[in-house]
């Protein structure tokens, strides 16, 4: 399951939008810092609504769709790299997720204490990225120390060192370890280490709702940086998000249209991430269920297989397949196939989004 951890400074409007994410959390989304104490987790279904369309066809009993884990991490501050504001715990959160979604505060609110005194996205930006470049510049050089000895004598040590020392001459210039390309050889070694700047950044530029569907110059400003680090932003409002929990299906369309936007942020976060990471979707149906499952792009059929069960990629004979358009525009698996779009592929297919796939295996 994909895990992103929603990070930025106190009071920016993390948990007021983990809340929103998460409709059932109890995060505190409290005016003052720190008070997300512990890391709160949430899992949330991705929208798709392909679900319900191959459900209509297939008369599936259960529709499954695939989930994102949002983890809402407190506050960090400046010093947080040397254990300021209990940062050395939440910098060890960090470490675990897949995705780091970085809240910005881009509205005024004379009611909601800044930590700087005053808004600005580039600063409070530099901030969080600062502590994160720190912490991992401290990682290195205590795993530099450790290899030593090692790079005398053994050539992993030397690829991994080689590797490291790249990433610690970037962090100390100001830059990121995701700016540094590896090679195979390298890319094990440093994964283990977890470097927080080495993980996809999403910037969440968190606006009032006069600025959702326009946004303004905060957000023009933060989009600039993203692009520098080839990061992704999404416009999100934590105060409509958390309105919209409390609307149905119809009247949320409704709030969403009249501010001029087509879909709220969940939507648009989920979106961002599976780009940034280079996720693709695609779906098994049946009486049964119809359920989606999420992959890495230039993933093969067996391997896609594999992600349902291990023994699904052992023992793949092939599998049949038919475009989730197709399909529709079929209306049934039988038509599909009577029109010649139901396709046998074998071990060298690579899966492509939407992909509507029955596995043949041996057990």
């Known amino acids: ?41 949430g899992v949330v279904a991705v929208p798709d ?26 506050g960090l501050v400046q010093g947080a790299s040397q254990g300021e ?25 004379d009611d909601v204490i800044h930590v700087s005194g005053s808004v600005g996205p580039g600063r409070d930006a530099e901030v969080i990225n600062l502590e994160l470049g720190l912490a991992d510049l401290a990682q290195i050089e205590k795993r530099r120390d450790r ?19 790249r990433i610690q001459a970037v962090l100390e210039a100001g830059g990121a370890a995701r700016s540094v390309s590896l090679n195979e050889e390298e890319a094990p070694f440093v994964r283990l280490l977890g470097l927080m700047t080495a993980k996809p950044i999403i910037y969440a ?19 600039a940086l993203a692009t520098r680090e080839g990061a992704e932003t999404v416009r999100i409002s934590a105060q409509v998000e958390a309105e919209l929990v409390e609307l149905g299906d119809e009247e949320r369309l409704a709030y969403l249209e ?28 049946g009486e049964k269920e119809t359920r989606a499952w999420t992959i890495q792009a230039g993933m093969t059929a067996p391997q896609a297989a594999g992600v349902i069960h291990t023994d699904f990629e052992r023992g793949f004979i092939r599998a049949q397949t038919v475009s989730y358009s197709q399909l529709l525009e079929a209306g049934s698996l039988a038509e599909a196939r009577n029109r010649g779009w139901l396709r046998s592929e074998g071990k060298e297919y690579v899966v492509a989004e939407g992909d509507v796939m029955e596995f043949l295996f041996n057990v």
């Open 1 to 41: 399951m994909l895990k992103a951890g929603i990070v930025g400074l106190p009071n920016v409007g993390k948990s007021t939008l983990f809340n929103a994410l998460v409709a059932n959390a109890q995060a505190q989304a409290a005016n003052f810092p720190f008070c997300t104490i512990e890391p709160n987790v």
């Open 49 to 74: 609504p392909r679900l319900a369309k191959l459900s209509a066809i297939s008369g599936s009993k259960e529709l499954i769709p695939t989930r994102v884990e949002f983890v809402d991490i407190a």
């Open 85 to 109: 504001g209990l940062g050395n715990k939440f910098l060890a959160t960090i470490r675990e997720v897949d995705a780091i979604v970085h809240v910005v505060r881009c509205f005024e609110d």
């Open 147 to 165: 290899l030593k000895k090692q790079v005398r004598t053994s050539k992993e040590a030397q690829i991994e060192d080689a590797a490291l020392a």
């Open 205 to 223: 530029t968190n606006v009032s709702e006069d600025d959702l569907a326009g946004g303004n110059a905060w957000v023009e400003e933060v989009a």
């Open 258 to 285: 009249g501010l001029g936007v087509s879909e709220g942020g969940l939507q648009s976060l989920i979106a961002a991430t599976y780009r940034l990471l280079g996720l693709r979707t695609y779906f098994t149906t």
